[in-house]
């Protein structure tokens, strides 16, 4: 599905139904994942997982920007964070127990139970009616509109390079942890694992401040934050890349969320849905290459430019913020 028919189609149905539709889409696929005998069934059960998972991501994004305050955005994004600390231990009991498909198992029943709560707070949702600006016959922006928008290029950059660096850290810690710090592999996959729990506390702590100081100012103390956790762990010692990587989380947790909830503001609420899709993306572009072109250069070079790696995409997202801010106030 392409970005313009992605967006043409939540103008159509509303973030409400696309929301029911996707966690249905996502439980039913984890279901499938988890009776698959055979490689390609996973395959084709990713199809309807990644329809799921992309929309709901671009729709509910928009809809938190448009409806509510930073801070709610902050917490929305700090629950994802919950869901990457608890997995692996969902998958680690089902291991212990039985078998993995046994782990795609009770995710699915997680996202019922989720469809469910859904289900019985429908009437929730007409608290905030469409707006102008969602009404169902608007003009669909796609990618060229999005792109002749003033600052739109510069801010796709940027979050394509915030996601960069997160994807990496998150894959990468524990490598870099074990091949630099000699840790053991069960040492450095613990120690890596609280870039994930700095990530979730400073999101959580983010919503508590992020009104006071505003969208921009968090992106950019939030990025300050990140690249000290960065000179951190280029530090000889153990227990300073170790902090590193939990600084390093702190710093990445307002970036994500202030960017999405700041997109409505910067350029316009009627053309939120479709920049905030084309950021999704633009995120996954980032997440997805990045932490593989990465893995060829430990590989053929060094993990020890796994600093220098990180520090260039920081860089580059603040950068283009500064440029993004220039151009939608000018």
């Given at each position: 599905?392409?970005?313009?028919?992605a967006?043409?189609?939540?103008?159509?149905?509303?973030?409400?139904?696309?929301?029911?539709?996707?966690?249905?889409?996502?439980?039913?696929a984890l279901?499938?994942?988890?009776k698959?005998?055979?490689?390609?069934?996973?395959?084709?059960?990713?199809?309807?997982?990644?329809l799921?998972?992309?929309?709901?991501?671009?729709?509910?994004?928009?809809?938190?920007?448009?409806?509510y305050k930073?801070?709610?955005?902050?917490?929305?994004?700090?629950?994802?964070?919950?869901?990457?600390?608890?997995?692996?231990?969902?998958?680690?009991?089902?291991?212990?127990?039985?078998?993995?498909?046994?782990?795609?198992?009770?995710?699915s029943?997680?996202?019922?139970?989720?469809?469910?709560?859904?289900?019985?707070?429908?009437p929730?949702?007409k608290?905030?009616?469409?707006?102008?600006?969602?009404k169902?016959?608007?003009?669909?922006?796609?990618?060229?509109?999005?792109?002749?928008?003033?600052?739109?290029?510069?801010?796709l950059?940027?979050f394509?390079?915030?996601?960069?660096?997160?994807?990496t850290?998150?894959?990468?810690?524990?490598?870099?942890?074990?091949?630099?710090r000699?840790?053991?592999k069960?040492?450095?996959?613990?120690?890596?694992?609280l870039?994930?729990?700095?990530?979730?506390?400073?999101?959580?702590?983010?919503g508590f401040?992020?009104?006071?100081?505003?969208?921009?100012k968090m992106?950019?103390?939030?990025?300050?934050v990140?690249?000290?956790?960065?000179?951190?762990?280029?530090?000889?010692?153990?227990?300073?890349?170790?902090?590193?990587?939990?600084?390093?989380?702190?710093?990445?947790?307002?970036?994500?969320?202030?960017?999405?909830?700041?997109t409505?503001?910067?350029?316009?609420?009627?053309n939120?849905?479709?920049?905030?899709g084309?950021?999704?993306?633009?995120?996954?572009?980032?997440?997805?290459?990045?932490?593989?072109?990465?893995?060829?250069?430990?590989?053929?070079?060094?993990?020890?430019f796994m600093?220098?790696?990180?520090?260039?995409?920081?860089?580059?997202?603040?950068f283009m913020?500064l440029?993004?801010?220039?151009?939608?106030?000018?």
């Open positions: 599905m392409s970005q313009k028919e967006e043409r189609l939540t103008k159509k149905l509303g973030t409400r139904t696309i929301t029911l539709v996707s966690v249905a889409l996502t439980a039913v279901w499938g994942f988890s698959s005998t055979e490689f390609y069934h996973m395959c084709l059960w990713g199809i309807p997982y990644g799921g998972a992309g929309s709901i991501d671009a729709a509910l994004n928009n809809y938190v920007a448009l409806h930073s801070k709610h955005m902050s917490w929305l994004h700090c629950f994802w964070g919950v869901g990457t600390i608890i997995s692996p231990y969902i998958m680690s009991y089902a291991l212990m127990h039985n078998s993995w498909t046994d782990g795609y198992r009770m995710v029943c997680l996202q019922f139970v989720i469809l469910a709560v859904l289900l019985a707070t429908i929730l949702w608290i905030n009616k469409f707006t102008i600006f969602e169902r016959n608007s003009a669909v922006l796609g990618i060229r509109g999005a792109l002749k928008i003033k600052g739109v290029p510069y801010l950059i940027g394509f390079a915030y996601c960069a660096a997160e994807a850290t998150m894959l990468w810690a524990s490598s870099y942890l074990e091949s630099t000699g840790l053991t069960e040492a450095a996959a613990g120690f890596g694992a870039f994930f729990i700095g990530l979730t506390a400073g999101r959580f702590i983010s401040i992020t009104d006071k100081l505003g969208d921009n992106i950019y103390l939030g990025t300050s990140a690249l000290i956790g960065v000179l951190c762990i280029i530090l000889p010692l153990k227990i300073a890349s170790v902090i590193g990587f939990v600084i390093i989380g702190l710093g990445c947790a307002p970036i994500y969320p202030c960017i999405i909830h700041s409505p503001y910067n350029f316009g609420a009627e939120s849905q479709g920049i905030i084309i950021q999704m993306a633009s995120a996954y572009v980032g997440s997805t290459f990045m932490p593989p072109i990465f893995g060829l250069i430990a590989n053929n070079i060094s993990i020890r600093p220098l790696h990180l520090a260039l995409f920081f860089v580059l997202l603040l913020i440029k993004t801010e220039k151009k939608c106030k000018a």
